[in-house]
């Protein structure tokens, strides 16, 4: 039924999935046969083929990602390329790298980002959010910032003290 969504609206401009097994394809399947021009959100829980995030990370208007479209930690990301992206949700373990991973990225119209993540906050989070996202422009825009963690975290972290908007 999810693959088959394009066919039935070749327009989609928001999709938003929960609650889905973590290994189905369906949701990739459906990006695939998607119109890339026309979609505006994307909110899904379930993993992307490496051909689908190849997609996502291209999408000319974008401007809502959440959960970042589920990769594996062990997998890198691809170039990425939104520059209509206003809001962004990326969830995370203990690998970093996927943070690293933005670094070169222009978020020029980035207002709001939400993590969440099963790792140790102590682990250098903060650090390696600050570097990306100073590296990405997303001081002179970024309003809203969430960060959510089942482990306790250490507010006096002065890694976003850049962010003066927050």
Do not use: H
């Amino acid at each position: 039924m999810i693959s088959g969504f394009p066919t039935l609206c070749p327009d989609l401009a928001r999709i938003t999935l929960q609650s889905l097994p973590r290994d189905s394809g369906a949701v990739s399947e459906m990006l695939l046969a998607c119109n890339r021009d026309s979609l505006r959100t994307l909110r899904v829980d379930s993993p992307l083929t490496e051909e689908a995030r190849e997609i996502v990370y291209k999408l000319p208007r974008l401007t809502d990602l959440w959960p970042w479209a589920i990769i594996e930690e062990s997998t890198s990301l691809p170039t990425v390329t939104l520059p209509d992206l206003t809001a962004i949700g990326v969830e995370f373990g203990d690998d970093l790298n996927l943070l690293r991973g933005f670094r070169g990225v222009k978020f020029e119209k980035l207002e709001s980002v939400t993590f969440w993540s099963y790792s140790d906050p102590d682990g250098g989070f903060p650090e390696a959010f600050e570097c990306v996202a100073l590296a990405a422009s997303a001081q002179n825009t970024l309003s809203t910032f969430s960060y959510l963690t089942s482990r306790s975290w250490d507010p006096d972290d002065r890694s976003l003290l850049s962010f003066k908007q927050l």
